[in-house]
């Protein structure tokens, strides 16, 4: 089994900053890709930025220039930094990893964005 621990969600005025983390842990050989997804409510949910095992990203054009994604390989744990915060980025956001083909997903932290 794979797990993944998530943290660093909560309210922040618009214009701020978050950053979140997701530690994945258990079966994990052969990961190659840790992303982050989110779910807005009464929206589907959307791919918001993805980290491969070589580095390569890719970001929803949502949030491009404004999030980062990382990784710290030797801990495993993928981060989202969250800057220039929007009332629209207002979601839970769940961390979705990739091992070999299977795709395990976190439960979610909420992110709130309101003055």
């Known amino acids: 089994q794979v797990q993944l621990v998530e943290s660093g969600g909560g309210l922040v005025q618009p214009g701020g900053s978050l950053r979140l983390s997701c530690a994945a842990s258990?079966?994990?050989?052969?990961?190659?890709?840790m992303a982050w997804y989110r779910q807005a409510t009464g929206k589907g949910r959307e791919l918001v930025a993805i980290?491969?095992?070589?580095?390569?990203?890719n970001y929803a054009d949502s949030v491009k220039g404004r999030f980062t994604i990382s990784k710290d390989n030797a801990e495993n744990t993928a981060y989202l930094h969250m800057n220039s915060l929007r009332p629209e980025d207002t979601a839970v956001y769940y961390c979705n990893v990739r091992v070999i083909t299977i795709s395990y997903w976190g439960k979610g932290t909420l992110v709130t964005v309101s003055s």
């Open positions: 980290i491969t095992n070589s580095g390569s990203t």
């Open positions: 258990g079966r994990i050989f052969g990961l190659n890709a």
